[in-house]
Every structure is written in structure tokens, then in C-alpha cells.
């Protein structure tokens, strides 16, 4: 019952800090201490921490460790396939790609080409996807704040400290993001340089809407930044034509002198696209002899994702089980949850997001929350864009995969931000009425709940397993501290 009294102790926390409403900044920066040195927590003391820090030597671990750095010194000898025999071994059959008798890294190019060979470079070292990951997240949830901010802000909400300080938390334990700061390998990285990029175009897209100040860099940006998307996650290249428009029919209501043409607005936006598309395709090319083939067909898995496309019947089946399926109480830890089954590719242990996150019931709201909101076309906009994002994974993740934890959070974590906005307007909607009160208390009630779950659905027994694999013992000692 540990972590019990510790989620009551953040709850006393942000209440008394609404006591202290002129600190209020102060406590707000400590909340957000708290979850970045949470993630490094998790970063430092589980899975593989000997391969936590970079150095010189290259740590490949399964599944999916340190791959890139192996493509690093491949590149250094001319080659796209991996010719370090050392580590080769280590490759099968986790996530490699085998075409021609020759093994390659079928993962995106974005993260190589950003991260780790500019570090190697520099420092002459190897940067480890641990590391990494542990960056990543804490700047995805800095960013999600921020746009949370950005969104509070021009809707004109008016929060109590404490609620805010809550939101911080929510926001940074309770969409899944911890799972991907625990794991913390090749894959985390692509999807949180995928997911990063789309949140800062979404912020690009505000400013925008908003300023025609350097606009023509910032539509180039944008148009980058969704190509970047592309290369770490390719099925993202839905999301291009989707901006486009956006950021077309934005140009359009200004109604300004400043508005370009759509002629203009194409090539600068299109212009990144093309240029790193091309980038990609070559890549993609000299591997597998297809401009659009990444990898994917000639997987080492035991499960090809390619092979077990079942269809649409998935995003039905995903609808139980993503959204509803029941956590069941164990005997040994407080939550023994139930495996997934429905999918051949994906069988972890998880809840669904409905119980992992309360909070996500306002979307009944959804339809009055954005009819109040339309007036403001730019908020409108965007949060009706991040809608489209999230709904758009939600439903590639269950046509091609099953209940993975990294793959709920690419839309969980968009989820959560427009479900606490939903929760804002609800209360400001009754500031006069004493419903105030009690959806308060509701909230803080939902927030005990979501932080003790989300925090047991890391360390509930089946995952244990699957972590204590890798650990040693520092994952049995947190369960046992905690529970």
C-alpha cells in the first residue's frame, strides 16, 4: 500500500500549494522535476542498465538495443547491411530484416541521421537508445504541456493551481509514456521522434494560424518536420496530406494581405517532403531493390506483422480490448491483468485505456466542447487536427498490430490532452454552481485512481516477468516496496 500513500502525497501536495497561490510557478516547476526524475528512475535502474550510458563499446541487446550503432559502423566500411559479425548474432531473429542473404536494420533513418551518427561524430562515442529515450520522453511531455498551455491560454480557463499540478502528473505517468522510459530500445526511439515532430508541427501549425512572421521558414519547417515523421515511422506519411490541408484552409480564413498563394504554399511546404522523401527511397532502394519497401516484407520476427493482416474486424476486436478490457485483481500484486489474445503480433499485459485513464469518459462531451470552441478557429483547428492524429493511429495500430504498450501511446497520450481540456471547459462551464465542487473532488478522485493503476500496470506481476528477465533484482525490490 505504498504507492498508495505516495499518490495521496502528491494529492496533499497540490492542494496545499494552492495555499500558496504567489509560489504557484514554483510548484509547478517541481511537479514537472518529479516526473522527468520519475522517467529517470525508470531509465536508470531497469532493463539493460548496463547499457544505459554512452561509451565506447557497442551494447546490442534483445530486443532491439543500440541497433543503429551497429549501422554506424557499417556506414563507416561503405555498407547498408550489417557487417559487424561480432553482434551479429544478436540481431536474430529480433526486429532485423534478411534480403540477399545480407541482414539490415529495416528501422526509419530519422533518428540515425538526427541523433546518433551527429553524436558519434563529436564525441567519437556511441549514444545509447536508453539515453536517448529517456531525452525523448522528457521533451515530449515538456511539449505536451506546453501545448496544453498554449490551449488553456487562448480558451481562457480558469484553474486552480492544484488542478494544474495534477494535469502535470496525468500528463506525464498516465499515457503510457513510462512504458516506453522503462524499455527503452529501437523502437521507443523511432516512436518518440515520430510523436515529437507531430506535436511541434501541431505548434507550428498554431503559431501559423496566428502570425505570418517568418512564414514562409515556418511552412518549410512544418513540411519538415512531417518528413522527419515519415522516417521514423513510415505509415505517418498519412498525416502530410492532412496538415497540407490544414494549414490550406488556415491560410485561406486570415483573410489578411499577407495570405500566399496555394501555388507558393505548396512548393514550400512540399519542397522538405520531396527532397527527404527522395532521401528515404534511395535508401530503401539500394536494400531492397523498392523505393518503398523499409524492410517490412523480409522481417526475422517469429511474428511478421505482415503476415497476420486480418483485416477490419481488427479495429472492432481493437475497441474491446484497447478501450474496455477489465483489470483483474491478483493475489500476488494488485493488479494481475488479463493477456491479450486477439492478435498474433501483439500479446502484452495491459488494461484498457478506459481504466488506465478515467478522465477519458468527457469525450461523451466531445460534441458541445467543440461547438463552444469553434469561435476560436485556431484553437478549433487543432485540437479538431490532433483528434484526426490520434483517431488515424489508433486505427493503423489495430489493422497491423496487436495490444502494445508503446502503440497505445501514440494515440492514449493525444487522448489524455484533449480529455483534460474537456474537463476544463466542464468546470469552468459550472465556476457559479456548486457542481464545481464535486466534479473537483471527482477529478482528484479520478487522479488517484489513474496515477495507481498506470503505476501497477508497470509493475504488476506478468510485466514483472517480462522486465525481471532483464533486471535482476531491482524490479522484484520495487514490487515489493510498492505493494
Not at 504567489?22 to 531497469?46: C, D, E, R
Not at 505570418?212 to 505517418?236: E, M, S
Not at 527511397?281 to 522481417?299: H, K, M, P, V
Request: hydrophobic share 50%; net charge positive.
Amino acid at each position: 500500500m505504498k504507492l498508495l500513500f505516495i499518490i495521496l502525497f502528491l494529492v496533499v501536495f497540490s492542494l496545499i500549494s494552492n495555499f500558496f497561490y504567489k509560489y504557484n510557478k514554483i510548484f509547478i516547476l517541481f511537479s514537472i522535476l518529479i516526473v522527468i526524475s520519475f522517467y529517470f528512475f525508470l531509465s536508470k535502474n531497469f532493463f539493460h542498465t548496463e547499457s544505459f550510458y554512452p561509451g565506447n563499446e557497442i551494447h546490442v541487446y534483445k530486443p532491439c538495443g543500440n541497433y543503429y550503432n551497429l549501422l554506424i559502423n557499417s556506414l563507416k566500411e561503405g555498407k547498408l547491411y550489417i557487417a559487424d559479425f561480432k553482434n551479429l548474432q544478436s540481431l536474430l531473429p529480433f526486429d532485423a530484416s534478411e534480403y540477399k542473404g545480407k541482414i539490415y536494420i529495416y528501422f526509419g533513418l530519422t533518428p540515425l541521421l538526427i541523433f546518433y551518427v551527429p553524436f558519434h561524430l563529436i564525441t567519437t562515442i556511441y549514444l545509447t537508445d536508453k539515453l536517448l529515450v529517456l531525452l525523448l520522453s522528457s521533451l515530449f511531455f515538456i511539449l505536451s504541456l506546453l501545448i496544453l498551455k498554449i490551449f488553456i491560454h487562448q480558451l481562457k480557463f480558469k484553474l486552480k493551481p492544484f488542478i494544474i499540478i495534477l494535469s502535470i502528473f496525468l500528463i506525464g505517468v498516465c499515457n503510457y509514456l513510462p512504458f516506453l522510459v522503462i524499455r527503452g530500445a529501437i523502437y521507443e526511439v523511432c516512436i518518440l521522434t515520430a510523436m515529437i515532430c507531430l506535436i511541434l508541427s501541431t505548434i507550428i501549425l498554431y503559431y501559423l494560424s496566428n502570425n505570418d512572421r517568418h512564414k514562409h521558414l515556418f511552412i518549410i519547417l512544418l513540411g519538415l518536420l512531417l518528413a522527419l515523421c515519415v522516417g521514423a515511422r513510415p505509415q505517418y506519411i498519412l498525416f502530410i496530406p492532412v496538415f497540407y490541408i490544414t494549414l490550406i484552409y488556415i491560410e485561406r480564413i486570415k483573410e489578411t494581405d499577407n495570405a500566399i498563394s496555394i501555388t507558393e504554399l505548396s512548393i514550400l511546404f512540399f519542397m522538405p517532403c520531396i527532397i527527404y522523401g527522395i532521401i528515404i527511397a534511395t535508401y530503401n532502394y539500394l536494400r531492397f531493390d523498392s523505393f518503398i519497401e523499409f524492410g517490412w516484407s523480409y522481417q526475422l520476427n517469429e511474428f511478421n506483422q505482415h503476415h497476420y493482416f486480418k483485416g477490419i474486424n481488427n479495429i472492432l476486436v481493437s475497441l474491446k480490448y484497447n478501450l474496455f478490457q477489465i483489470p483483474q485483481i491478483g493475489t500476488e500484486t494488485i493488479f494481475s491483468l488479463v493477456k491479450s489474445e486477439y492478435h498474433t503480433g501483439g500479446k502484452e499485459y495491459v488494461t484498457g485505456i478506459i481504466y488506465s485513464f478515467p478522465l477519458l469518459l468527457n469525450f461523451i462531451f466531445i460534441y458541445p466542447f467543440l461547438k463552444h470552441i469553434a469561435k476560436n478557429k485556431n484553437i478549433f483547428i487543432c485540437i479538431l487536427l490532433l483528434l484526426i492524429l490520434a483517431i488515424t493511429n489508433f486505427t493503423v495500430t489495430s489493422l497491423i498490430s496487436g495490444i502494445i504498450t508503446r502503440y497505445v501511446f501514440e494515440y492514449l497520450s493525444i487522448f489524455v490532452l484533449i480529455s483534460l481540456l474537456i474537463f476544463y471547459w466542464l468546470l469552468n462551464k459550472q465556476e457559479k454552481t456548486n457542481l464545481q465542487l464535486i466534479l473537483t473532488i471527482l477529478f482528484v478522485v479520478i487522479f488517484i485512481f489513474s496515477m495507481y493503476i498506470n503505476i501497477s500496470l508497470l509493475f504488476c506481476k506478468e510485466n514483472s516477468i517480462f522486465f525481471n528477465k532483464f533486471c535482476g533484482t531491482n524490479y522484484s525490490n520495487i514490487v515489493n516496496f510498492l505493494f
